[in-house]
Nanobody, 115 residues
Framework: QVQLVETGGGLVQVGGSLRLSCAAS????????MAWYRQAPGEQRELVAE???????NYVDSVKGRFTISRDNSNSAVYLQMNTLKPEDTAVYYC?????????WGQGTQVTVSS
């Protein structure tokens, strides 16, 4: 069982920045495929960014150039740096780990971008 705890959400004005953190339990974090998802009210959960165990990254088109995903295997953590935030970025952001058939989710952290 992997436990994921997201922190760093909050209220920010348009154009501002936030950095989300996800701390993971377990000793095999370096093997995990990690990702950030988000879910806005009334919408389906969508993939925002992902990073493989090897460090390859992928982003949804709407955040390319604004968001950066990174990982720190020594601290079993993954981060999402969010810059130039827009109202449409408002959502609950979830961290997800995946390794083989196992997948785990965090509880989510709210990001609200006000105009």
């Amino acid at each position: 069982q992997v436990q994921l705890v997201e922190t760093g959400g909050g209220l920010v004005q348009v154009g501002g920045s936030l950095r989300l953190s996800c701390a993971a339990s377990g000793s095999t974090f370096s093997l995990y495929h990690m990702a950030w998802y988000r879910q806005a009210p009334g919408e389906q959960r969508e993939l925002v960014a992902e990073i493989t165990a090897g460090g390859s990254m992928n982003y949804v088109d709407s955040v390319k150039g604004r968001f950066t995903i990174s990982r720190d295997n020594s601290n079993s953590a993954v981060y999402l740096q969010m810059n130039t935030l827009k109202p449409e970025d408002t959502a609950v952001y979830y961290c997800r780990s995946r390794w083989g058939p196992w997948s785990y989710w965090g509880q989510g952290t709210q990001v609200t971008v006000s105009s």
